[in-house]
């Protein structure tokens, strides 16, 4: 069961965002951002791995490996908080959270519980 916070929006249909770890945004970050539009986090992480680059200069590469990993699991875990975020300034309404198994299953949820 995953948690999901639902987003009403005037014109389109409801939108429902997981809050739980994104493998797609651990492994590939910039893919990730792209294809959601997400480019806050693609900024983010060219000036991390910018950093890390440096960082990878002065400490040696076995440190800068590790902390990309790290760098890479903290994108992992705050994908979802960007996605809630760009959701809103793009006009959603948050509207609650929902637990299902599904982000369908979710959205169903949420408009079954909605007044007719």
């Known amino acids: 069961m995953t948690l999901y916070s639902v987003y009403e929006r005037q014109s389109d249909a409801p939108a429902a965002v997981a809050d739980r770890f994104s493998w797609s945004a651990a492994v590939l970050p910039p893919v990730h951002a792209l294809v959601h539009g997400l480019w806050l986090l693609l900024a ?3 000036i991390g791995t910018l950093a890390i680059v440096a960082v990878g200069l002065w400490m040696g590469s076995d440190a800068a490996f590790w902390l990309y990993v790290l760098f890479a699991a903290l ?9 809630r975020v760009r959701t809103a300034r793009r006009g959603g309404r948050y509207r609650g959270e929902i637990v299902a198994t599904a982000e369908d299953l979710a959205l169903v949820d949420y408009l079954k519980r909605q007044p007719q």
């Open 75 to 83: 994108i992992g875990f705050e994908a979802a908080s960007f996605r």
């Open 44 to 46: 983010l992480w060219v």
